[in-house]
């Protein structure tokens, strides 16, 4: 009895002796941001003597947050919404002709997809976007992320639609509904426990997308988050507590959504795996 | 009566028609979608891959299978590719071995079970550019005051260990989420046979949790073998492939292909056998494990 109590006391310890390690780099990034320049070259770990909350302003401005951020933005939520919507079109129809080789062979075309590393079509998205002239253009960055996104959206949302009831839709279609008003008033709301974990999912990372935006977003008035840090954080070593403040303020939003939808990322990120 | 058949039959067929329409109509966004961002660059780097395309050029002339025949008959594709085996085997193992171990600390209650849940599981929130950055920062200031040791990224044999090191904080979270998942489906009955018959802690891990989550095992060694073969953006960030080319995994060697050397063609033939790379250790791996799941 009493070693079982001395083990889950020792097994507590270790959690939360880890649980503290793993908070220390976001310990560290909030506390450098707000010292001195000559703080930080005396002491990582130490607090700042007073906050230095200018340090902020001033990294809004050196690294141009204002422009990255909005940019981040718009990728974010419209890559998200296309993404969301135009594969739970795609997997509906697919789904409910299901019995069709046609359906079929598009699943294995996308399943197919999923196995294509990034890296196979790195250099050929350049040279695309080049030739229609949407380099260094969000739209182009929206529709590569899109396009690369819907493999796995459609395969995840085709599973679940299976497991919805046709019925609903069926009394819908009697009662003189046409497709589209069936699909957008009794289908799309049916699919939201499923359609709230992949936008939560996607929003994450279309906000934290580096692969693509590095290659697609070269330019000063089109980089995103990501790629303005990558840029500033090469650039601008001398002055970390401004690049941290930058690092903290961008960490703002997608911190919250994160707090606030851990639910939903959970499920998403162990729903393919329990079934096994 | 003949008349009334055909007009019924072309009624058909139109309402046959139209709802095939509108069938294409739902799949047409995401296909077309699909097609650009993916199929069309895909069967474009076929073309680069036989191409001496430079990257920037207007013309470039076909060179057949020269570029591949190139890739075997240099070495120097074999430093990328030692590093990438390497980083990708430590990965697997450190990802796992972590992710199981935390997965079964917080499968108990406790005080504080969620808060932890969530301390492990958080770091996934951030872009690897953040990451790389703070730990570049956290290896060249805090070691250098706490240990007294140079960065890890200042010598050719640490590099690879710091970027593994930040790779495990920033992805751990994903994996225990997936085995605590498989934990808390084992029944209690299971366990508590198991404790009537005698079997010690170690045992019941062995003889009845182990085989129990084999299938969680499969998906996480799966995903993580070939997202460590991959990786790309921690190594690029925060050390660029150096020092020395010490952390330059395959990923990074292709992008230099494109952005440093200007040899577009030949890294998009490099891309193409590596891929092959990827599909042969997938395959193996996930049959390999798939098997112990029936025995199971």
Known sequence: MLTGK??????????????????????????????????????????????????????????????????????????????????????????RNYERRSSRCIEVVLLAALMVPFQIIMIPVYKLLKSVLLLNNLTGAILILVG??????????????????????????????????TFWIIVFPLLKPIVSVLTVLYVLWMW????????????????????????????FTIDLSLAFASACLSLIPIVTIFLLAQKY???????????G | MNTANIEQSAARRKRYLKSEAVKISFLAPAISLFIFA???????????????????????????????????RTDDIVIPLKNTVYYGLMYVVGNNVLALSLALA?????????????????????????????????????????FGIQSLFSSTSTA????????????????????????????????????????????????VTIPLIVPAFTVCITLTLTAGLREFAFPLVATGGGPVRATE????YIYKFLFTYNKAGYGQAIAFLFMAFLLIVGFVVSRLLRRREVEA
């Open chain 2, 38 to 72: 993916m199929v069309v660059p895909f069967f474009m780097g076929i073309h680069i891959s036989f191409t001496d395309w430079n990257g920037l050029a207007r013309d470039y002339n076909f060179v057949g299978l020269e570029n591949y025949r190139r890739v075997f």
């Open chain 2, 160 to 207: 690879m260990l710091g970027i593994l090191i930040m790779a495990l904080w920033h992805n751990v979270g994903i994996n225990m989420l997936i085995y605590l998942a498989a934990l808390s489906g084992i029944p209690r009955e299971l366990t508590e046979a198991a404790i009537v018959d005698g079997a010690g802690a170690w045992r019941r891990f062995i003889n």
């Open chain 2, 106 to 146: 917080l499968n108990r209650a406790f005080r504080g079970r969620n808060f932890s849940r969530l301390v492990f599981f958080i770091p996934t929130a951030l872009s690897p550019v953040l990451t790389a950055f703070v730990f570049t920062f956290i290896y060249k200031n805090l070691f250098n005051q706490l």
């Open chain 1, 265 to 275: 990322i959970i499920q998403g990120l162990t729903a393919g795996a329990i079934k």
């Open chain 2, 249 to 252: 995994t395959m990923s990074v």
């Open chain 1, 208 to 235: 934290n997308d580096f692969n693509i935006a590095l290659i697609v977003l070269q330019k000063e008035a089109v980089k995103t988050i990501p790629i303005q840090q990558f840029y500033f954080f090469g650039e």
């Open chain 1, 6 to 95: 001395l083990n889950r006391w020792l097994i507590n310890t270790v959690v939360f002796a880890a649980a503290a390690v793993f908070l220390v780099p976001f310990y560290i990034s909030i506390v450098t941001s707000l010292k001195s320049r000559q703080e930080v070259a005396e002491n990582v770990l130490a607090f700042p003597a007073r906050f230095m909350f200018e340090n902020y302003a001033k990294a809004i401005e050196v690294t141009k947050l204002a422009t990255s951020f909005k940019n981040s933005v718009i990728v974010t939520l419209v890559s998200t919404a296309l993404i969301v919507l135009t594969s739970a079109m795609a997997a509906y129809v697919i789904a």
């Open chain 1, 148 to 181: 690369t996104s819907i493999p796995y959206c459609t395969f995840l949302l085709i599973g679940f639609i299976k497991t919805v009831p046709r019925e609903l839709e069926e009394s819908a279609i009697i009662d003189g509904a046409g497709p589209y008003r």
